[in-house]
């Protein structure tokens, strides 16, 4: 315990100041209780919860097999990346056109004809 009779008079304005502050920052953080009490609790909404539900897609093979099918020629990759945007597939790459070049010519499904063309390796 401090014995009061043993400080300075600046110790004791020093201790004075601080006391009116403590009480001054006391009574703001009532206030700001006290208004946080009267708002309406926030929804209990998560962003994760909020995201749309993905909708069943077709696989990359499966689209792109569709996609030539339908074509009947050789294609480009960029050609075949607008019909599958055409057709309504959601990309969740950054970068598709980079994504559906090396599906092009690693899956065996598809058979290089030309320089950036492509069709499908077992056509009807």
Request: net charge positive; proline share 6%.
């Amino acid at each position: 315990m401090i014995n009061l009779n043993e400080l300075h008079s600046e110790d004791l304005k020093s201790i004075l100041k601080l006391r009116r502050k403590i009480e001054a920052l006391e009574l703001q953080m009532a206030d700001i209780l006290a208004k946080a009490q009267k708002r309406e609790p926030p929804l209990s909404v998560s962003i994760r919860s909020m995201r749309l539900p993905r909708t069943a897609q077709p696989s990359l093979r499966d689209l792109v097999a569709g996609i030539l099918e339908k074509a009947g020629r050789p294609m480009s990759v960029a050609k075949i990346y607008e019909a599958s945007v055409a057709e309504g597939y959601q990309w969740r790459s950054r970068e598709p056109i980079n994504a559906l070049n090396v599906k092009m010519y690693t899956d065996r499904t598809f058979k290089k004809i030309a320089p950036g063309q492509f069709v499908l390796r077992n056509a009807k």
